[in-house]
């Protein structure tokens, strides 16, 4: 629900959920009843709790839920939930183009700044990586070094490495 303040802006209603998974906690925030966040316990740029809103049931979060369920059980390979992704023009174009890259499969930093038209761009299209907001959703555990090794993750190395594990089959939950 969007409301206006004394002033008329626009503000815009957040509610968060908390639901379980094989990395433990795993926090969605929807705005406005749209998916904008999925945040794990330690996260690095993890917002601040009192950003999230009310702890409540949406929608977004029923469906959020069912499709998390089938990922963790190797079912869903691709979500097709409704994002809100906010952040800079630049961000959402690499989240974007996260969202291509397929189940199991990789790519690095490098292979994204081409694909998104701008080589030489790897180092800002890790920084944009890092700050994903919907986390395992849109797939930045995905995004590897040039030589295919692991680099950093907002969720922890030993987590993207158990997600990049899970999706190649070599390791189940």
């Known amino acids: 629900m969007t409301t206006a303040t004394s002033t008329g802006t626009p503000t815009t209603t ?28 330690g996260q690095r740029h ?9 702890r409540a049931g949406t929608p977004a979060f029923d469906a959020a839920e069912e499709q998390l369920e089938a990922y963790f059980a190797g079912e869903l390979k691709e979500f097709t939930l409704r994002l809100r992704l906010n952040g800079t023009p630049f961000q959402r174009r690499v989240w974007d183009r996260l969202r291509s890259i397929p189940y199991g499969e990789r790519r690095s930093y490098g292979e994204l700044a081409d694909a998104l038209g701008s080589p030489g761009a790897s180092r800002a299209v ?28 907002g969720g ?18």
């Not at 890790?126 to 993750?153: E, F, M, Q």
């Not at 922890?156 to 939950?173: I, V």
């Open 126 to 153: 890790g920084l944009a990586n890092g700050k994903n907001p919907i986390g395992i959703i849109v797939p930045c555990h995905r995004v590897v070094g040039a030589n295919g090794s692991l680099t950093g993750y």
């Open 14 to 41: 957040r509610q968060h959920t908390v639901v379980d998974s094989p990395y433990g906690p795993l926090t969605l925030v929807a705005e406005d009843g749209v998916l904008c966040g999925l945040y794990m316990t």
């Open 156 to 173: 922890g190395l030993d987590r993207k490495q158990r997600l990049l594990d899970f999706e190649s089959g070599t390791a189940l939950f």
């Open 46 to 54: 993890r917002p601040p709790e009192e950003t999230f809103g009310a």
